[in-house]
């Protein structure tokens, strides 16, 4: 408790993370991308990049453990090679996301989402609607960016070609806090999926 007598609250959420190897090949695309005219955007520092399967948002430190509990009995022990592979945009012409998506075994990565889902749903965290569509952030878009220097990115994005990315071997999820700072955000892992992976 805090304090004020209140449950201190965390900014979660479940994700793989990247090989070092991998974040300094999106470093390098993000790179290319500003030399060629998308420098006006919120970049993902590297570090910070990963394939997210749930954002739970705000939630209270004492719900942690059960959260653990549940995400440890439902993923099962796996091995994945997965690979960036092609750039794309959310939100077509009045793009919002820039992104690269994930080749490799993906039909495993749907597999993990969905025994993610089947763990926190019972926690109260609704199901995602949306199919799971694997992918790492690589810039957000600003709100105030105008359509016509929007539908030039995403005329960007849709035309460029990137060059062959490593590939990686994941083998586990985490839960992962994000604490946001005035540099952008700070990741702390509290658990692994399965656990002493």
């Not at 304090?3 to 990247?18: I, P, Q, T």
């Not at 090949?25 to 749930?54: D, S």
Request: hydrophobic share 45%; aromatic share 6%; glycine share 10%.
């Amino acid at each position: 408790m805090t304090a004020a007598g209140r449950a201190e609250s965390l900014r979660l959420f479940v994700a793989c993370e990247l090989s070092d190897e991998i974040r300094a090949a999106l470093a390098r695309v993000q790179e290319e991308l500003r030399q060629i005219g998308a420098g006006k955007l919120r970049w993902v520092r590297p570090e910070g990049i990963h394939i997210t399967f749930k954002f739970l948002g705000q939630v209270e430190s004492e719900r942690v453990p059960e959260m653990t509990a549940a995400l440890v009995s439902a993923i099962e022990p796996f091995r994945l090679r997965l690979a960036p592979a092609r750039l794309g945009g959310f939100g077509g012409a009045r793009i919002r996301v820039v992104w690269v998506g994930v080749e490799g075994d993906t039909d495993g990565l749907a597999a993990i989402a969905q025994q993610v889902e089947r763990a926190l749903t019972p926690l109260g965290y609704p199901a995602e609607r949306r199919p799971f569509d694997p992918h790492l952030t690589l810039a957000r878009v600003p709100d105030r960016m105008p359509a016509s220097e929007r539908g030039r990115l995403a005329g960007l994005v849709r035309d460029h070609r990137l060059a062959p990315l490593p590939s990686m071997i994941v083998t586990n999820v985490g839960l992962i806090q994000s604490v946001l700072g005035p540099g952008g955000s700070v990741y702390h892992k509290l658990a692994t999926f399965p656990p002493g992976k």
